[in-house]
């Protein structure tokens, strides 16, 4: 069973994986993403690099009436997927995964422009799960076990 850390880090990540593809992000995003996955093994990070592709293939694809409906689905289906690595490791491999994707999530994130230096737009978000959503400031979240 994995502790609130590790979920909320599994359904940011699903929502991640489906925010940047079709972005300028997604290059550099879906290879640190595979090689999250692959956890050094280059056959298994191949093989997310095809399935994150057609991921982003198939939202790039789907037509308006359906693009809701997919990203969902999408999102759903990488937080399964994150959800499930993160089960079959132990304890403190858990941990050391949790640390990673959380670093790469934060690493992806889109940074302000000139542009943003007066605020930001956010619209056509959807968020399933745990999400922290701030307009402006800072905000630091730390998660810690409780012992």
Not at 9 to 16: D, F, N
Not at 70 to 84: C, H, K
Not at 113 to 142: K, L, R, Y
Request: net charge negative; glycine share 10%; aromatic share 6%.
């Amino acid at each position: 069973m994995l502790d609130e850390l590790a979920l909320a880090a599994a359904a940011t990540g699903g929502s991640a994986v489906v925010q940047a593809a079709g972005t300028d992000l997604w290059d550099g995003f879906r290879g640190r993403v595979a090689e999250w996955f692959g956890r050094g093994d280059a056959v298994r990070e191949s093989r997310e690099l095809e399935r994150l592709d057609r991921s982003a293939s198939e939202l790039s694809a789907a037509g308006q009436d359906e693009v809701e409906r997919l990203r969902v689905r999408q999102e759903a289906v990488w937080q399964s997927r994150i959800e499930t690595l993160l089960e079959d490791l132990d304890g403190l491999e858990r941990d050391q995964a949790v640390a990673e994707l959380s670093e790469l999530l934060a690493q992806a994130r889109p940074q302000p422009g000139p542009a943003d230096a007066g605020g930001t737009e956010v619209s056509g978000n959807t968020f399933n799960g745990p999400t922290a959503f701030q307009v402006s400031g800072t905000q630091n979240v730390h998660f810690h076990r409780e012992p």
